[in-house]
């Protein structure tokens, strides 16, 4: 198992471009979209700018679909289409392993581009840090679990890995539209923000934004997210093919 995360991870690193781009890009957003918006810099109702909770949230959600629907698919698919899950699987190291490095690798990346994402937020608009540091850090993991989940879905589904980046964005774009990354759920129309709740994405987002700001999560997006890590856990293990 360390055996095959160093040698992951060696992989993984050589990509360094796609990295900081999937690193880069969020935080980008978050400057230029804080500095060029006005309403992002002022105080709102709650006692606080948007970028105080609310563009950071967002711009994690976004850096998360992108290793959730583009990298962890793309990777897995390839390694089928070259048969390396069907090498494995006559040795005695499981494809189940190499499967679960994945997982923690795109875990391990959603947390240094999230950890980027507060430092930015901090040294250049002052952001607090979040208040809720256990909720936050709850809901990150659930919900990136959660996401990538949906992730492994996608690789079952793509037939090789060049139609896994189209059928990643096709899951991406309304699941970034519904979990607020293209505009805050708090302008959303209540039908749209009602299905925005049940999406998975709208309650990583809320929920995310809620401890940061101080607040306890919802249980309804609670139990978004726990569900749909169940459910797409479950069919991520039920449709995934090892070659």
């Given at each position: ?22 690193i ?52 897995l ?106 505009f ?14 049940f ?26 997210i ?18």
């Amino acid at each position: 198992m360390r055996k095959i995360l160093f040698l992951e991870t060696k992989l993984y690193l050589r990509d360094w471009p796609f990295m900081a781009f999937t690193i880069g890009l969020p935080v980008t957003l978050l400057v230029v979209l804080g500095l060029s918006i006005p309403t992002m810099t002022k105080v709102g109702a709650s006692g606080l700018r948007g970028v105080d909770a609310q563009m950071p949230t967002m711009m994690m959600l976004l850096s998360l679909l992108v290793l959730a629907c583009s990298v962890l698919p793309a990777v897995l698919t390839t390694y089928r289409e070259q048969g390396v899950l069907k090498r494995m699987s006559t040795t005695p190291v499981h494809p189940a392993r190499l499967l679960t490095v994945q997982l923690l690798i795109n875990l391990a990346m959603g947390a240094v581009s999230t950890a980027v994402l507060i430092g930015s937020a901090r040294l250049v608009f002052g952001a607090p840090l979040p208040r809720q540091w256990g909720w936050f850090l709850l809901v990150f993991l659930f919900g990136t679990a959660a996401l990538l989940a949906i992730g492994l879905v996608i690789a079952a589904l793509a037939p090789n890995g060049r139609a896994a980046p189209g059928i990643g964005s096709v899951a991406m774009i309304p699941l970034a539209f519904l979990g607020g990354v293209y505009f805050p759920r708090e302008i959303m129309p209540d039908t749209l923000r009602t299905i925005s709740d049940f999406s998975v994405a709208g309650p990583v987002n809320q929920a995310l934004t809620d401890a940061w700001a101080g607040q306890a999560p919802q249980p309804l997006h609670l139990a978004v997210i726990v569900g749909g890590l169940v459910v797409f856990g479950g069919l991520a293990v039920r449709l995934f093919r090892w070659e």
